[in-house]
């Protein structure tokens, strides 16, 4: 063969790990089967979220890699979890980080771990690292590609809080202000490309309720779920 070989990590040469291997890290991962089923449940809410959303827009992404990415992102929270089995609320922002991490020692490529580092609030920046602080090292998490902004949007409908809730598109737009007018643009921009999901059949499905008020949605730099 002649001319250059194509780049092994494109989306087409990607081998995409099926839901039963994805499930399969999430239980090498959790430390309980409590957490197993918090996180892995919420990462199933935000797979639904992302496919209904792909359904109704039309857009020609690639509805294996939102499947996959939907379904590893939270994978890092795991991580947080100490020996008593409570989830360390002060470091929860570095998930994604520890997320991206767990993926790459797995051995699955860039693309994929990136859903794990690229989907908290609306896209964080090295200067929302700096000016807030955060425990993650100064560098840019913003979504590029159309699948990581599907799974990050998606991912603002539902947060794994104590009962777990879904949040609507109005509560989360409010809770993100705190963060700057940059980011309530930002999820509005998405809103407009994604649409607004219709919570009420996942509420129905799964048993946990809408939240409509923003004083009960998490900071944004949770990663809303
Ligand atoms: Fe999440």
New binding site residues.
């Given amino acids: 063969m002649t001319g250059p070989q194509p780049a092994a990590t494109t989306v087409e040469a990607m081998v995409i790990p099926s839901d039963e291997e994805i499930r399969a890290l999430h239980e090498k991962y959790a430390p309980t089967p409590e957490a197993f089923a918090l996180v892995y449940t919420?990462?199933e809410i935000?797979c639904a979220v992302a496919e209904q959303l792909l359904d109704r827009s039309g857009l020609a992404l690639n509805r294996s890699l939102v499947r996959a990415g939907c379904l590893l992102?939270?994978i890092g929270v795991y991580r947080l979890f100490g020996t008593t089995g409570r989830l360390d609320h002060a470091h929860y922002v570095s998930h994604g980080v520890l997320g991206h991490e767990i993926l790459a020692g797995e051995g699955l490529p860039g693309a994929l771990c990136r859903f794990c580092s690229h989907?908290t609030g609306v896209g964080l920046t090295r200067v929302d690292v700096r000016e807030q602080g955060l425990p993650i090292p100064e560098k840019d998490y913003v979504a590029e590609s159309p699948e990581e902004e599907l799974v990050m949007y998606a991912?603002k409908f539902?947060s794994?809080r104590n009962p777990p809730v879904f949040v609507t598109a109005d509560s989360y737009a409010a809770s993100v202000a705190r963060f700057g007018e940059e980011k309530v643009i930002r999820f509005k921009e998405m809103r407009t490309r994604f649409g607004t999901p219709e919570l009420n059949p996942l509420v129905a499905a799964y048993g946990h309720s809408l939240v409509g008020t923003s004083e009960e949605t998490p900071p944004a730099t949770d990663?809303?779920?």
Avoid: I, L
Wanted: proline share 0%.
């Fill in positions: 919420h990462c935000v992102h939270d989907h991912d539902h794994k990663g809303g779920g």
